[in-house]
């Protein structure tokens, strides 16, 4: 059965429906719990050659079903295996019977509590607890045996889904909740495990997708299309709801704009950026958002600052413009770093939305954003498009609720914001969502916690408005600048500059590194040409 290895290939992300949905199509006729299963042993396998006992944890569901197959299996190879379980009920599925059926007739042995664990190396606990149907706090035996898996030496590997954690949201359900080294999941990769609290708790993740690739890559290629084509139609009715799948961010999707400068070309070919805010205290913001736009290869890049005071030339960046009024030339705007919130700020929001240019609102922008309703007339009446970029507690103002809903569903939060300001949304924190009108999403892998810092989004709006000038669609210019941007921090980490004490300035140069070497690793390069002095002579 073929591998597929994610955090990076694999992009599928299905939601808890979605995999049902793929569950009522092809089951019976396809044994999915024997695939997933052999599946898990084979995973599994690499450990119990080097001598490391193999524990499962295997709850009531088919979650435990796959459990009992691997167990099975790994137990007919010869290898040490310790089942956990309680007695099946009545009401389990056909496939998990015959998963317990097996593993009696196997001659392997249940235990009904964890056994004490002695041995030269550590054991691998494998939580078969709760995968898709977890539906409540996990409580009794098992949130015992999950705290008695978290309080062994041990490497911990969950499937399909750590029990405790949303397959949807990410979100940890009760206080229970298996932190695993590494998670092996089965179909599709799932949303839950890349945001929120989900990478956290899944670790590494690896995709089996049990024989149906095809099925898989296709609806990946649908989703990708979905994603980055319909922002010519925004003005049809969007649907209700966030789309059952989505996709997680791959650096390969954004080959298409990934591609060299022509030689023959001048600074007019890159457009013109304009960054909004700088008020008095917070000139900082930006200059750093002003700097990664030249950095990710603005052509121009004027900064407009709100505070009276300041200089208009800053000699630490030369090269920026610091006019007092809006370029006729515009390409793209940005406008929140630092902006504020004064009277003063709210008359540059209202002449920004105004132009008919891409526009990223960030920062104080979204704030008065959510506090006036004109502005709000305006952002969803713009024939150009809009990029808003807010943190949880941002989103949850624009949203009119409390942070810990936006969070509760992250996916759900950016659609709703999407489609409420009909514009593109980069949700940020832990696993970025983004996000169209239409409901369309993907969630963005990279970055670290040291990315937790002041003017990291500064780096970030800076990056988008630099590709929006340069004529990225914006759904791509949104969804590429959250990946470089974490990658960039990833990068900086392991040069060792980093993860803790990464700074937004460093983040800006590393990304203006990687993005030059990943244009010139696509470049199609010439053969080189054999020098004059060696031609051979002709006779
Ligand atoms: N879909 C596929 O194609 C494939 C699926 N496969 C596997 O199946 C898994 C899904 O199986 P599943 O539907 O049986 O759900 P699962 O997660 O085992 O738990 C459900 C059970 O737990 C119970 N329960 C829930 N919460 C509880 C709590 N807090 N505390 C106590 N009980 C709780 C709930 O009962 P109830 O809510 O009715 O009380 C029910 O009995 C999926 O993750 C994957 O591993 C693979 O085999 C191959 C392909
Ligand atoms: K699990």
Redesign the pocket.
Known sequence: MAKVTVKREARLLLTVNA??A??AR??PHIP??Q??GAALANHLRRWAEQGHRIVLLC????????GLVAATRLHELGFSVTVVALEPSE?I?P??RTAWQDWRASGGETHNAPPPLVADRPPVIVD?L??????????GP?REWIHWALSQTAIRVA???PSGLDADTGMRVGDAVFEAHETVT??ADKPGLHTHDGPDVAGVVTVYP?GLNDEIAAQCSQQQYALFANEESWDETASSAPASAGILLDRALFSPWLTPRKRNVHKGCFGHAVIIGGASGMHGALHLAARSALYLGSGKVSAITLAKEAPRFDPTLPEVMWPTALPQTVSAIAIGPGLGQTSDAVRWLEEALAVSVPLVIDADGLNLLAQHATLQRAVTERRAPTVLTPHPGEAAQLLQTPPREVQKNRIAAAVAIARRYRCVVILKGCGSVIATPHGHWAINPTGHGGMASGGMGDTLTGILVALLAQGWPCVAAAAFAAYLHGRAAEDAAQMEVGPVGLTASETAAAARRLFNRWIADGAPRAQPVRPLSDTPSFP
């Open positions: 995999i049902r793929l569950e092809f089951l999915l719990m695939r997933a709850g009531p569901g088919n979650n435990g079903g796959d009401r599925s496939e998990a078969a709760f995968g898709i149907g977890l539906t409540r706090p996990i409580t098992y499937v399909d889904v089965f179909l049990l």
